[in-house]
T-cell receptor, first 113, second 115 residues
Framework: DTGVSQNPRHKITKRGQNVTFRCDPI?????LYWYRQTLGQGPEFLTY????????KSRLLSDRFSAERPKGSFSTLEIQRTEQGDSAMYLC???????????FGQGTRLTVV | AQSVSQHNHHVILSEAASLELGCNYS??????LFWYVQYPGQHLQLLLK??????LVKGIKGFEAEFIKSKFSFNLRKPSVQWSDTAEYFC?????????????FGTGTRLKVLA
């Protein structure tokens, strides 16, 4: 499968623990995006990268959240000191530099207990 | 602030009925417009997109959408829905005067088609 791959698919963690998610984009894509989706809502933008540069971060992204894309390929999203409000589906997408169609992964469902 | 509004949150139709889902955006400048679909248990997939040219765009599975610049709208239509169209539909926008390439999504419309 040459689509966007996200791991793990599901993560259950205790409040206060740190979690890290990985996204492998489509290999030719320069841009990589992270979104969060909760029930009944559309995907909310968190951050995006062009190659290894993080170009924009949402104000939704508190200082507990950090994302990296060290070599311009895969990306990681880390949440420190998780809270119950962090429970959501975390989506990764990638696209070419021209901002045309974004391809989405299956997402990582985070449950904080 | 840039935003996308989808007015219909839940729609229930019988098979063969016609569908129109509304989408309005708040953006200045040139925009790119998208409709994504999420079938139960699956990831978001592109249904259709508009960048420029003919404001009536055709997508997969018989869907089409019309861009009306004066109304800041990009409504999705299908003449005759099928049970397999049961899914959640999201309108999205990028571009605008800020030139951002992040995609801004609406809250989605959950469509249920009764067999």
């Amino acid at each position: 499968d040459t689509g966007v791959s996200q791991n793990p698919r599901h993560k259950i963690t205790k409040r206060g623990q740190n979690v890290t998610f990985r996204c492998d984009p489509i290999s030719e894509h320069n841009r990589l995006y992270w979104y969060r989706q909760t029930l009944g809502q559309g995907p909310e933008f968190l951050t995006y990268f062009q190659n290894e540069a993080q170009l924009e971060k949402s104000r939704l992204l508190s200082d507990r959240f950090s994302a990296e894309r060290p070599k311009g390929s895969f990306s990681t999203l880390e949440i420190q000191r998780t809270e119950q409000g962090d429970s959501a589906m975390y989506l990764c997408a990638s696209s070419f530099r021209d901002g045309t169609e974004a391809f989405f992964g299956q997402g990582t469902r985070l449950t904080v207990v | 602030a840039q935003s996308v509004s989808q007015h219909n949150h839940h729609v229930i139709l019988s098979e063969a009925a016609s569908l129109e889902l509304g989408c309005n955006y708040s953006y200045g400048g040139t925009v790119n417009l998208f409709w994504y679909v999420q079938y139960p248990g699956q990831h978001l997939q592109l249904l259709l997109k508009y960048f420029s040219g003919d404001p009536l765009v055709k997508g997969i599975k018989g869907f089409e959408a019309e861009f009306i610049k004066s109304k800041f709208s990009f409504n999705l239509r299908k003449p005759s829905v099928q049970w397999s169209d049961t899914a959640e539909y999201f309108c999205a926008v990028n571009g605008g005067t800020s030139g951002t390439y992040k995609y801004i999504f609406g809250t989605g419309t959950r469509l249920k088609v009764l067999a």
